[in-house]
T-cell receptor, first 113, second 116 residues
Framework: AQSVTQPDIHITVSEGASLELRCNYS??????LFWYVQSPGQGLQLLLK??????LVQGIKGFEAEFKRSQSSFNLRKPSVHWSDAAEYFC???????????FGQGTRLTINP | DTAVSQTPKYLVTQMGNDKSIKCEQN?????MYWYKQDSKKFLKIMFS???????INETVPNRFSPKSPDKAHLNLHINSLELGDSAVYFC???????????????FGDGTRLSIL
């Protein structure tokens, strides 16, 4: 069965610093991979997705992610974080395409001023 | 112009009651979903409907019954509420051309259900 692991439950970075959130997946076929962000009291907003092609994908809000098949990873990066990036970040793998998302446990991002 | 809207946003009720959560999307999507997010923020799919037909039904107690009157609506009815049902329930929708399609899901803001 497919699964997603986000090793870091909570990460704190300073405003302006770079960010990398880790995501490892387990899935037998070619994965559909997603990163979502959840602000407090809000729903999930899609940051970016990977289906095929270029393994470095660009998303909204200056985020990017790199798919590495050999490492079963899909890490999210941002060169310089802003205080408004503080939120919960979820990595997900699409089982059966994108119609059945399996989510990781989430990583809570705190930004120090 | 909310894309996926859920009502109510908050629901506080007692054990044993029956309650419903409504979801509507105005994106023209034909697939809708219900997810449950527990107190540890873990998200798990419960149901999915495509063109009013149930296509995903995870291991969910039969006290939970989804109903899709049309493509734009997917409601969730819960009978005999239990303490463990306390969670945030998210509705989502996507455009699907067929099984295994790859269109991303759009989420509502959630309904926070608290059982007293």
């Amino acid at each position: 069965a497919q699964s997603v692991t986000q090793p870091d439950i909570h990460i704190t970075v300073s405003e302006g610093a770079s960010l990398e959130l880790r995501c490892n997946y387990s899935y037998g076929a070619t994965p559909y991979l997603f990163w979502y962000v959840q602000s407090p009291g809000q729903g999930l907003q899609l940051l970016l997705k990977y289906f095929s092609g270029d393994t470095l994908v660009q998303g909204i809000k200056g985020f990017e992610a790199e798919f590495k098949r050999s490492q079963s990873s899909f890490n999210l990066r941002k060169p310089s974080v802003h205080w408004s990036d503080a939120a919960e970040y979820f990595c997900a793998v699409g089982a059966w395409g994108a119609q059945k998302l399996v989510f990781g446990q989430g990583t809570r991002l705190t930004i120090n001023p | 112009d909310t894309a996926v809207s859920q009502t109510p946003k908050y629901l506080v009720t007692q054990m044993g009651n029956d309650k419903s959560i409504k979801c509507e999307q105005n994106l023209g999507h034909d697939t809708m979903y219900w997810y449950k997010q527990d107190s540890k923020k873990f998200l798990k799919i419960m149901f999915s409907y495509n063109n009013k037909e149930l296509i995903i039904n995870e291991t969910v107690p039969n006290r939970f019954s989804p109903k899709s009157p049309d493509k734009a609506h997917l409601n969730l009815h819960i009978n005999s509420l239990e303490l463990g049902d306390s969670a945030v329930y998210f509705c989502a929708s996507s455009q699907s051309a067929g099984q295994g399609d790859n269109q991303p899901q759009h989420f509502g803001d959630g309904t926070r259900l608290s059982i007293l």
